[in-house]
Nanobody, 113 residues
Framework: QVQLVESGGGLVQPGGSLRLSCAASGFTFSNVWMYWVRQAPGKGLEWTSGINPGGGSTYYADSVKGRFTISRDNAKNTLYLQMNSLKSEDTGVYYC??????WGQGTQGTVSS
């Protein structure tokens, strides 16, 4: 079955960085689009970024463009999200998603001084 396991969240000060990982199994990772979606406290889901199966095309929400970088390692079946210049409004639970159909359990990222 499809399994997506996120890691790498934590507490960081404004302006800091976090690198999230998502280990995928149970499907052919290199064949599917992957996404990072977040949910801020008390708010709905917000799509942040997406990447095509080969990794050559990436897409970002305006709120994270220039600060976040999505990438993937198809040999390791792993998706990444490098988050730089973090702001308090980036606080939330970050989920990786396979084709917006399957989801991981999420990892908490908190930006606070």
């Amino acid at each position: 079955q499809v399994q997506l396991v996120e890691s790498g969240g934590g507490l960081v000060q404004p302006g800091g960085s976090l690198r999230l990982s998502c280990a995928a199994s149970g499907f052919t990772f290199s064949n599917v689009w992957m996404y990072w979606v977040r949910q801020a406290p008390g708010k709905g889901l917000e799509w942040t970024s997406g990447i095509n199966p080969g990794g050559g095309s990436t897409y970002y929400a305006d709120s994270v463009k220039g600060r976040f970088t999505i990438s993937r390692d198809n040999a390791k079946n792993t998706l990444y999200l490098q988050m730089n210049s973090l702001k308090s409004e980036d606080t939330g639970v970050y989920y990786c998603s396979k084709s917006v159909i399957d989801w991981g359990q999420g990892t908490q990222g908190t930006v606070s001084s």
